[in-house]
């Protein structure tokens, strides 16, 4: 799965390889949604119903953006990657970078 | 250098040229400098510029070196200058133009050589200026100038204007030397004795007051202002937001910008390897927790054994009396109520009739504070084998009675020293002595005609949430008060029994005026009105008999079982809260509603378990149908009928976890019976030596019931454990254990109320192991139950799959009887057809031998 979507990648137009690379990760094992946040916290893309994104989408921009300023406060030259929520039923992982936010919900049984 | 002089001011004017008057600068050339020993920064310094030059020596340059003198220009003044030392000084600074000047006047002179600064007056005027302003200066003394003042001391003080007076008195000389007598004489003896001089107000002087002495204080102004803050009127005001979205086509141009393409790509990799982590492995899992969870029993605590708590045993009352039931108080925790009959077999009833009627039976209250008294005896017209407490009132209680009467207590007015005595016994009111237990009287009995005619062995309150009609239908309970109760005895029925006064069917005027008339009447014995409406004249408004499957005749109810209906009240009202039951539900306020307004209740099971005398346990319904023929109510015939145990049921009780899961217990055996299970119980246990008396589920442990037997001892079953036979055995008591309760008074103390046959009540505490359940245990136990059921299937499949096996063998060997008629003629038969067949085979071989083209026609007649 990895080979074939990095031949393919010249060809597909720029939103098709978008929504391939979230299947993808929403076709993971666990995996309950995805959502994709702008920087002000607004969802762009969401696999979940509106209620529930807007409500994740709000509350772990502001996380994530106390968790970069608590990281770059410590050493200015570092930067935050990747933040991950264990929580009793559910992880929530959130990655980020300057202009978007992409979060990930995952139930990890065995 | 504070201590500088004063320079007169006269002494520094400037005018305007630069230099004063005294001054004149001069500039030397080295070659004067050297002559007369002033060289700059060698012989005079900064600190140090003064020269005394001698006025000769000026004259003489002068003269010898004419108009290049530096000289010259004073040569006037020099001439002039009265001293014969003039002052050059070092003018480092440049002050007045040039390095060094002169000074001219004596004066001058010694002004600078004294210890003052050189030059700079401006300066210094300056400076004065300032430090009279910022220094305060010692003042200097000055002669005393007379401003008047010695003028207004000289008039105070006193002086003598005349020189003093003197005056010499002498007595005459005769009396010179004659003794002299003195007496004492008061001031107060004669009008001449003083001489007085009273103030009087004398006009012709009112001295007015010029000057006064006052104290004045200089303070700040003060003003008083108050504020108010505005009451503006009270809004209700809401608002309401809502998240920002973006729109579909803002949606579409993120999606399509190559900035979230890069990002997402990047970031894909760490993602994937998180979730393939979290899905391989709980890495947060505590294994050592985990472990422990399922062992159960590793903390520590050994204890297995029942531990005796407490044991009450009246010595008034319980003289050759048994207890028949038990039961805790539902909201005081602490208190528990004990019936106590007669222990005789009924012929001994009947010879003692007569003894019996006057030793009357009690229920007695006991609580744990106080094991010797009973807190309160309730008075009973008969053995009361079983008795409830009211669900919606804990001051209801409702007993069966051994002539087959209900009775009704109300125990509301002693409810307070229950709960005193349970903190201690401070609040004991001043009326009821100690030692005196509280006697209450029923408040009513049923009718002997229309109740049981039999003893009552079980009796049952409805829960609030319903109620039910005349034909057993259950409906809506409006009061949300438990106001029915069920019973049933060995003569063959079960009765249902509403305790509000029944309707009336016609009103009027007269009747309901002449009612309002009557004055409430008074019962005897101060007991409470309660029930007046119902004494003697209750009836049960249902009677469900039980006819026989497959026969005639009834069955005999011992014990039955109800299904705990919970049902969401429909109006969405809560139930009534305790508080406002306790204010007094009239019972005689409520009535039974029409017909027509009831609304049924759907979702409520109105199936019942009896257990019979018999050793049967019939699963009937109470529904009443009507009859087409007689047009009387009939009850159904029961929908089932199992006969399990030998001798009478003692006990059906309902596992207080499954509400389908029932245990009877027989004499010498119990089963477990699941409710829709219809091929017999789920397990059936084996048969005891000792016969078993009671049985009790527990109530904080799914799998663990508690036996009672006969020789007073207790059997713990845990079903998780084994099935076969119980985990633990233990003695109580010597007489056979009548009754088992359990209560849990908290977390920590859970309580067994054990009764037996002498009459002592024994509460045992149960240890730990059996109070705590695992997590898992109902559905392990759940589980177990259902296997037990599909076993129980599986079982009656494999009958069928047997019986038709059976019959099958059966028919084939009916076949095979009339089959053996003719076995020769067969024989020969076969025979036959086994040559044909043998000929038909060779022919074959050929024919494919010869397609084949392998066989010559010779060598197949030499073969053949």
């Keep these: 799965m990895f080979c074939s979507s990095l031949l393919f990648c010249s060809c597909y137009s720029v939103q098709a ?39 994740y989408a709000g509350l772990l921009h502001q996380l994530t953006m106390k968790a970069r300023s608590t990281v770059r406060d410590i050493d200015p030259q570092n ?27 995952q139930n990890p049984t065995e | 250098m504070s201590s500088k002089r004063p320079k007169s001011k006269e002494a520094s004017k400037i005018k305007g ?16 400098q050297e002559l007369f020993g002033c060289q700059a920064d060698e012989d005079v310094t900064g600190e140090n510029p003064y020269k005394l030059l001698k006025k000769e020596d000026i004259i003489k340059d002068m003269k010898t070196r004419a108009s290049v003198s530096d000289f010259s220009p004073v040569k006037q003044l020099v001439l002039d200058y009265p001293e014969d030392e003039l002052l050059l000084v070092f003018d480092r600074d440049f002050t007045y133009g040039q390095s060094f000047y002169l000074v001219l006047t004596v004066e001058a002179k010694e002004n ?43 008039e105070e003080s006193v002086t003598e204007s005349r020189p003093r007076l003197r005056y010499k008195i002498s007595p005459l000389q005769r009396r010179c030397g004659a003794p002299v007598c003195f007496s004492d004489r008061s001031a107060q003896d004669g009008k001449e004795g003083f001489v007085e001089c009273p103030s009087y107000q004398d006009k ?13 204080q200089a303070s700040s102004d003060t003003k008083n202002s108050s504020t108010q803050t505005l009451w503006k009127h009270p809004k209700n005001i809401w608002t309401q937001y809502e998240p920002r979205e973006f729109s579909l086509e803002e949606k579409e141009h993120h999606l399509r910008s190559k900035n979230l393409k890069n990002f997402i790509t990047s970031v894909l990799i760490r993602f ?18 985990a472990l422990c969870e399922d062992e159960g029993a590793l903390t520590g605590k050994t204890e297995t054994q029942l531990k005796e708590y407490q044991s009450f045993m009246d010595l008034h009352f319980s003289k050759e009396k048994t207890i028949s039931h038990v039961h805790w108080h539902p909201t005081i925790s602490g208190v528990i109520a004990v019936a106590m009959t007669e222990r005789l077999s009924l012929e001994e009833r009947i010879d003692n009739s007569t003894k019996l009627l006057l030793n009357p039976s009690y229920i007695l209250f006991w609580n744990f504070t106080d094991p010797i008294n009973p807190q309160l005896q309730l008075e009973c017209p008969d053995d009361v084998l079983c008795f409830q407490f009211c669900p919606s009132d804990p001051n209801i209680i409702a007993g069966g009675c051994m002539n087959g009467q209900i009775v009704l207590w109300d125990i509301s007015a002693h409810v307070e020293r229950l709960q005193d005595t349970r903190s201690g016994g401070k609040n004991i009111s001043n009326k009821l002595d100690k030692n005196e237990t509280p006697v209450v009287r029923y408040c009513a009995v049923s009718g002997i005609e229309n109740g049981h005619k039999a003893p009552i062995t079980d009796i049952q309150w409805l829960p609030e949430t319903f109620e039910l009609s005349k034909l057993g239908i259950p409906v809506e309970n409006a009061s949300r008060v438990s106001v029915q109760l069920v019973t049933c005895a060995p003569d063959c029925c079960v009765l249902f029994w509403d305790l509000r006064p029944p309707r009336v069917v016609s009103h009027s005027l007269t009747e309901v005026k002449q009612k309002s008339e009557e004055k409430p009447l008074e019962n005897p014995h101060g007991v409470p009105n309660t029930f007046k409406h119902l004494n003697l004249t209750w009836k049960p408004f249902i009677r469900v008999s039980l006819p ?38 009239g019972f005689a306020q409520l009535r039974v509603p029409s017909a027509k307004q009831q609304k049924p209740m759907e979702n409520i099971s109105t199936k019942l378990y009896v257990g019979t005398e018999d050793g049967e346990l019939v699963y009937t319904d109470w529904k009443m149908e009507k009859d087409n023929d007689s047009g009387r109510l009939l009850s159904t015939k029961p929908i089932h009928r199992f006969l399990v145990h030998d001798t009478l049921v003692n006990t059906v009780t309902r596992s207080p976890f499954f509400k389908d899961i029932i245990l009877t217990v027989g004499s010498f055996s119990f089963a477990i019976w699941k409710e829709g299970v219809t091929n017999g119980p789920i397990l059936m246990s084996a048969f005891s030596r000792t016969m078993r008396t009671v049985g009790h589920w527990s109530l904080s442990r799914p799998a663990v019931f508690f036996i009672g037997k006969e020789d007073g001892s207790i059997e713990i079953w845990d079903l998780l454990q084994n099935t076969h036979e119980p985990s633990q055995s233990q003695n109580i008591s010597s007489a056979a254990i009548t009754c088992i309760r359990t209560s849990c008074i908290s977390s920590k103390q859970h309580l067994l109320a054990v009764s037996d046959r002498l009459g002592t009540l024994h509460i045992l505490q149960i240890p730990w192991t059996l109070r705590r359940s695992s997590n898992s245990e109902r559905q392990i136990v759940r589980k177990y139950f259902e296997k037990e059921e599909e076993r129980l299937e599986y079982f009656e499949k494999r009958q069928i799959k047997h019986e038709k096996k059976k019959k099958e063998m059966e028919a084939e060997e009916q ?6 008629v003719m076995p020769l003629k067969q024989e020969e038969e076969l025979e036959a057809e086994a040559l044909k067949e043998y000929e038909q085979f060779l022919a074959l071989e050929k024919d494919i031998l010869k397609n084949m083209g392998l066989l010559n026609e010779t060598e197949d007649s030499s073969d053949m």
């Design chain 2, 112 to 154: 600078i050589l004294k210890p003052s600064v050189e030059g700079d007056e401006e300066q210094m005027e300056h400076e004065e200026k300032e430090e009279e302003m910022i220094v305060p200066k010692t003042p200097e003394s000055h002669p005393w100038i007379s401003l008047g003042s010695e003028q207004e001391i000289k």
């Design chain 1, 79 to 105: 930067d935050l990657t990747f933040l991950r929520i264990r929580s009793k039923k559910h992880e929530i992982m959130v990655s980020t970078d300057k202009e978007y936010l992409l979060i990930v919900i």
């Design chain 2, 204 to 216: 012709s002087f009112s001295i007015r007051e010029m000057e006064k002495h006052t104290a004045i």
């Design chain 2, 548 to 585: 026989k499957l497959g026969s005639s005749g009834e069955y005999s109810p011992l014990k039955f079982s109800l299904r705990d209906n919970t049902v969401d009240c429909p109006s969405g009202d809560k139930p009534l809260q305790n508080a406002e039951r306790e204010e007094g539900c």
């Design chain 1, 17 to 55: 390889e978008v929504e391939d690379t979230l299947k993808r990760i929403q076709g993971i094992n666990g995996v309950i949604g995805t959502i994709v946040v702008n920087a002000e916290g607004i969802p762009i893309k969401t696999t979940l119903d509106n209620s529930t994104t807007v409500q």
């Design chain 2, 17 to 32: 040229k630069g230099h004063p008057d005294y001054i004149f600068p001069l500039v030397l050339t080295s070659a004067t």
């Design chain 2, 272 to 289: 994937e390897i998180s979730l393939q982590q979290n899905y391989i492995t709980d890495v947060f899992c505590d294994d050592w927790t």
């Design chain 2, 815 to 820: 076949r095979k009887k009339t089959e053996l």
